[in-house]
């Protein structure tokens, strides 16, 4: 069948939203139950998606003592963590210049290789504790399929050199390698590293929940947090619930995208929204047209770019900005994305992979992550208040939740570690403008990006002055 809308060409039992496609693929877990009650804990998480899941890992792991507990509106895994686009990447966002200038510039290149070497720590992990989440190392793919691209594909990757990338880290493919790996229509130059795992989102969500039960951690879903409040004198910071009051030394705050539900948080990250389609899966004669045997994730140099995988049972899922943020700092109803975001997103794959045009979609969803004012990620805690929190990821997540967890673990333990060194630790971030500013000046960012795509894409040789003034109103 074809929307009729659009005219995107969908299978019969098509779906919008209910999350996300992953959690169709494994079914929706039983929900844990709910916060009993007022609860004392040395650690309370507050969110248990990836963040919050990785640090009880290692808090437990550390010190099996802990008393632990997370606490989850909905159930482990069911914003970001459940619905990106399963790129388990070392792309670390920000500015490196702006992290650097924290505690120097080898400090950003140290916080560079452990991203390399958190790759594959979550792929150690996964195998450790039987987790099952369709892992592939088969490095990430960045495609410029213009001019400007290319220019900038160049110059990036002459910037990366200088923090900490070598050429097996990253390099320029030739042509006739490019062609082998995959066959995206109107590629002029593509480059490849290896720092880069396919992942089924949700399989390692909830995976990981499990694991962080077993060790012992409390996980209490349907328990809504609708504030934080810190320590004072003698006493314990506390996560203020519907369900009654959790007092806990530390508190930590693993909302990601959702952090503007809490109360006095409401500028703090803004919850940019992603939307994903994926297709049916496609016959072996397409596959031998396009390529991809080494299931590389694949990214464009576009402003307002893509990113794709090509998934264990041969479809293509792929995602973009969409719509990328609501009024007021309001999130999705369950993953329910726009119409004419999913035909964005189809138009997108069918240029790029025209082998595929005949393809159904069968899923469509989106998800917010969350971005900092200075779109530069962080990992901070108090000890005078007890309050501590990591995020702004700015989708780079899958990877760096697992530095943040293991950075929070050594802060919680008061350990002086590599990682409690590293240049993101402790990174203080001014609040988004309030509203309508924060509504106006989003939109007006990616029109600009996208009027930058667009004339960069007919008559472009260098970077659109659209994009650069976008890059100046957004401060990135």
Same mark, same amino acid.
């Given at each position: 069948?074809?929307?009729?809308?659009?005219?995107?060409?969908?299978?019969?039992?098509?779906?919008?939203?209910?999350?996300?496609?992953?959690?169709?693929?494994?079914? /929706?877990?039983?929900?844990?139950?709910?916060?009993?009650?007022?609860?004392?804990?040395?650690?309370?998480?507050?969110?248990?998606?990836?963040?919050?899941?990785?640090?009880?890992?290692?808090?437990?792991?550390?010190?099996?003592?802990?008393?632990?507990?997370?606490?989850?509106?909905?159930?482990?895994?069911?914003?970001?963590?459940?619905?990106?686009?399963?790129?388990?990447?070392?792309?670390?966002?920000?500015?490196?210049?702006?992290?650097?200038?924290?505690?120097?510039?080898?400090?950003?290149?140290? /916080?560079?290789?452990?991203?390399?070497?958190?790759?594959?720590?979550?792929?150690?992990?996964?195998?450790?504790?039987?987790?099952?989440?369709?892992?592939?190392?088969?490095?990430?793919?960045?495609?410029?399929?213009?001019?400007?691209?290319?220019?900038?594909?160049?110059?990036?990757?002459?910037?990366?050199?200088? %923090?900490?990338?070598?050429?097996?880290?990253?390099?320029?493919?030739?042509?006739?390698?490019?062609?082998?790996?995959?066959?995206?229509?109107?590629?002029?130059?593509?480059?490849?590293?290896?720092?880069?795992?396919?992942?089924?989102?949700?399989?390692?969500?909830?995976?990981?929940?499990?694991?962080?039960?077993?060790?012992?951690?409390?996980?209490?879903?349907?328990?809504?947090?609708?504030?934080?409040?810190?320590?004072?004198?003698?006493?314990?910071?506390?996560?203020?619930?519907?369900?009654?009051?959790?007092?806990?030394?530390?508190?930590?705050?693993?909302?990601?995208?959702?952090?503007?539900?809490?109360?006095?948080?409401?500028?703090? %990250?803004?919850?940019?929204?992603?939307?994903?389609?994926?297709?049916?899966?496609?016959?072996?004669?397409?596959?031998?047209?396009?390529?991809?045997?080494?299931?590389?994730?694949?990214?464009?140099?576009?402003?307002?770019?893509?990113?794709?995988?090509?998934?264990?049972?041969?479809?293509?899922?792929?995602?973009?900005?969409?719509?990328?943020?609501?009024?007021?700092?309001?999130?999705?109803?369950?993953?329910?994305?726009?119409?004419?975001?999913?035909?964005?997103? %189809?138009?997108?794959?069918?240029?790029?992979?025209?082998?595929?045009?005949?393809?159904?979609?069968?899923?469509?969803?989106?998800?917010?992550?969350?971005?900092?004012?200075?779109?530069?990620?962080?990992?901070?805690?108090?000890?005078?208040?007890?309050?501590? %929190?990591?995020?702004?990821?700015?989708?780079?997540?899958?990877?760096?939740?697992?530095?943040?967890?293991?950075? /929070?673990?050594?802060?919680?333990?008061?350990?002086?570690?590599?990682?409690?060194?590293?240049?993101?630790?402790?990174?203080?971030?001014?609040?988004?403008?309030?509203?309508?500013?924060?509504?106006?000046?989003?939109? /007006?960012?990616?029109?600009?990006?996208?009027?930058?795509?667009?004339?960069?894409?007919?008559?472009?040789?260098?970077?659109?002055?659209?994009?650069?003034?976008?890059?100046?109103?957004?401060?990135?």
């Amino acid at each position: 069948m074809c929307s009729v809308k659009t005219g995107i060409p969908l299978t019969e039992d098509f779906a919008n939203g209910g999350v996300s496609f992953w959690y169709r693929q494994i079914g /929706l877990p039983a929900r844990r139950p709910a916060l009993p009650g007022p609860r004392d804990y040395d650690v309370a998480i507050v969110g248990g998606g990836y963040t919050g899941l990785w640090t009880a890992y290692y808090l437990k792991q550390a010190d099996p003592g802990l008393r632990i507990a997370i606490l989850e509106k909905e159930f482990a895994g069911f914003g970001a963590s459940g619905r990106n686009g399963g790129w388990l990447s070392a792309e670390f966002a920000g500015s490196r210049n702006r992290h650097a200038k924290a505690r120097g510039r080898q400090a950003m290149i140290d /916080l560079q290789h452990a991203m390399f070497r958190s790759v594959d720590e979550v792929i150690a992990v996964a195998r450790e504790e039987g987790i099952d989440a369709d892992i592939h190392k088969g490095g990430l793919l960045h495609v410029a399929t213009n001019p400007a691209q290319r220019r900038r594909l160049r110059a990036e990757l002459a910037e990366l050199r200088g %923090w900490g990338y070598g050429e097996a880290d990253m390099r320029l493919l030739g042509r006739d390698e490019q062609a082998e790996r995959l066959q995206a229509a109107g590629t002029l130059e593509a480059a490849y590293s290896p720092h880069c795992a396919r992942i089924q989102p949700a399989k390692l969500a909830v995976g990981l929940a499990a694991a962080v039960a077993r060790l012992g951690v409390d996980l209490y879903e349907d328990t809504t947090v609708t504030e934080l409040r810190p320590r004072h004198g003698g006493g314990k910071a506390t996560a203020v619930t519907t369900r009654g009051l959790v007092t806990a030394d530390y508190v930590i705050r693993a909302t990601e995208g959702f952090t503007a539900g809490l109360s006095g948080q409401r500028r703090q %990250w803004l919850p940019m929204n992603s939307s994903m389609i994926v297709t049916e899966p496609l016959p072996a004669e397409v596959w031998k047209h396009l390529g991809w045997a080494g299931n590389e994730l694949v990214g464009d140099e576009a402003h307002a770019y893509i990113y794709a995988q090509r998934t264990a049972d041969d479809r293509i899922a792929i995602g973009g900005r969409g719509v990328p943020y609501r009024f007021g700092s309001r999130t999705d109803a369950r993953g329910a994305t726009q119409p004419q975001t999913v035909a964005l997103l %189809w138009r997108i794959l069918v240029k790029l992979f025209p082998a595929a045009a005949d393809a159904r979609v069968q899923h469509a969803w989106c998800g917010v992550l969350g971005v900092p004012r200075d779109w530069c990620s962080t990992v901070h805690l108090d000890h005078a208040t007890g309050l501590g %929190w990591a995020g702004g990821y700015v989708g780079s997540g899958v990877t760096t939740t697992n530095l943040a967890g293991r950075t /929070l673990r050594d802060l919680v333990l008061r350990r002086e570690t590599e990682l409690t060194g590293l240049p993101w630790v402790g990174r203080q971030v001014r609040q988004w403008e309030p509203e309508p500013l924060r509504w106006a000046g989003v939109q /007006l960012i990616y029109a600009l990006f996208r009027a930058a795509d667009r004339h960069e894409n007919e008559r472009g040789t260098t970077t659109s002055v659209y994009a650069r003034l976008a890059d100046l109103i957004s401060g990135r």
